[in-house]
């Protein structure tokens, strides 16, 4: 059994014994016959798992107290155990409710903070759980449930939320995997040295890349974002909601993504600057990046003042002509000859730019008509 698999086992473990804690829990909370008590010594064996048990690992990350953790298992119960909606009915016997509420969770365990009710703490800010509430019915009394992302997360299941799929594609492509010159690797050191520097309980600075190649900026925060061992996908700014309520639902799920896994975002506004709308545009953007965190690259043509945020301000060119030419040496192999030294004087292009033009060329074009080939390919 490899790592993962003895996680995984491990975590289904500790998950049946708090399970079957909880159980016991409600049953004497309700005062129905004695069922055994579980054994916590087992938990406490479980919770000595490097990494910890998905709950606990959730509770470090999101910072939750041990009561909003017990909350959040009482709602993860109602999806796993068959028998858990009686249970609730017993325990306040009221038939009318058999769903967990936060009244239901404050009688039973011990400790309880009312302020963990509050939108400002985390079962509400991070949207682990969803309030069922109708009418004039309290908030107390009003059923719980745990996001499905959240619950998929505790059994082990780690991977984006759905409703952040639509909106965002990976930037990570096979076909740029070039290797970038001294020029703009002084970019990526400049940018990874400071965000080393930043402090651990402040939140990262936004990193404006600014310029007009966008391929260049795409495979600098690629690069930056692989030495940070992270995931990196696009977001057009062009595809933010408007309306503020689901702005801030993009906003708060991606946040807590990026903590949940390691990823970063690529927000590109390169189509939108210079647009008629540019300004309607600007406000969801600004917004966004507010209300979120996490490691985020902006891509614009130019800075964007005043977004109220720490900054990395980078300009991004593309590369040398020395360092242009020796790209199409290396992409035309033996069939170089003098064509790199021509082409790096006439045309000012990307890397992959080059890779796309030389692949083309080498595989279509006989070797006698090669320069008539870069000819038709780069007017193209």
Not at 10 to 27: D, M, P, S
Request: with cysteine; glycine share 4%; net charge negative.
């Amino acid at each position: 059994m490899n790592n993962l698999d003895c996680w995984i086992a491990n975590n289904e473990e500790y998950l049946a014994n708090a399970l079957a804690w909880l159980r016991w829990r409600l049953c004497e909370f309700a005062q129905l016959p004695d069922i055994e008590k579980p054994k916590v010594t087992e938990m406490a064996m479980a919770e000595g798992m490097n990494p910890p048990p998905a709950l606990l690992l959730l509770s470090q990350k999101l910072d939750l107290s041990d009561f909003e953790q017990q909350v959040l298992l009482l709602c993860v119960a109602m999806e796993l155990d068959p028998g858990m909606a009686r249970l609730c009915t017993r325990a306040f016997d009221n038939s009318h409710q058999p769903y967990p509420t936060f009244a239901l969770a404050l009688s039973l365990f011990e400790q309880p903070a009312w302020d963990t009710l509050s939108w400002e703490r985390p079962l509400r800010y991070w949207r682990l759980i969803e309030i069922h509430q109708s009418g004039v019915q309290p908030l107390t009394t009003s059923g719980l449930r745990v996001d499905e992302r959240i619950l998929n997360y505790v059994k082990g299941l780690n991977s984006l939320d759905d409703r952040l799929a639509s909106l965002l594609m990976p930037l990570e492509t096979e076909e740029w995997a070039v290797k970038l010159p001294r020029s703009q690797n002084a970019v990526v050191e400049t940018i990874l040295l400071q965000v080393c520097q930043t402090d651990k309980r402040q939140r990262l600075p936004i990193i404006q890349l600014i310029g007009a190649d966008s391929l260049s900026k795409q495979l600098i925060a690629q690069q930056v974002a692989a030495q940070l061992h992270k995931y990196i996908y696009r977001l057009s700014v062009e595809l933010l909601p408007t309306q503020a309520g689901e702005l801030e639902t993009v906003a708060r799920l991606w946040h807590r993504e990026s903590l949940l896994l390691p990823l970063a975002l690529y927000l590109d506004a390169q189509e939108v600057d210079g647009k008629p709308n540019m300004e309607g545009q600007a406000l969801p953007l600004h917004r966004f990046l507010n209300r979120s965190g996490g490691l985020l690259f902006l891509s614009t043509r130019e800075i964007r003042q005043n977004l109220g945020l720490p900054t990395i301000v980078v300009d991004v060119e593309k590369p040398t002509p020395s360092e242009q030419q020796a790209t199409w040496n290396l992409a035309l192999g033996a069939i170089a000859d003098s064509n790199p030294q021509l082409l790096a004087t006439q045309f000012n292009l990307n890397l992959v730019k080059i890779e796309q033009i030389a692949q083309q060329v080498l595989a279509e074009t006989p070797n006698c008509e090669i320069q008539k080939s870069f000819v038709v390919s780069l007017s193209c």
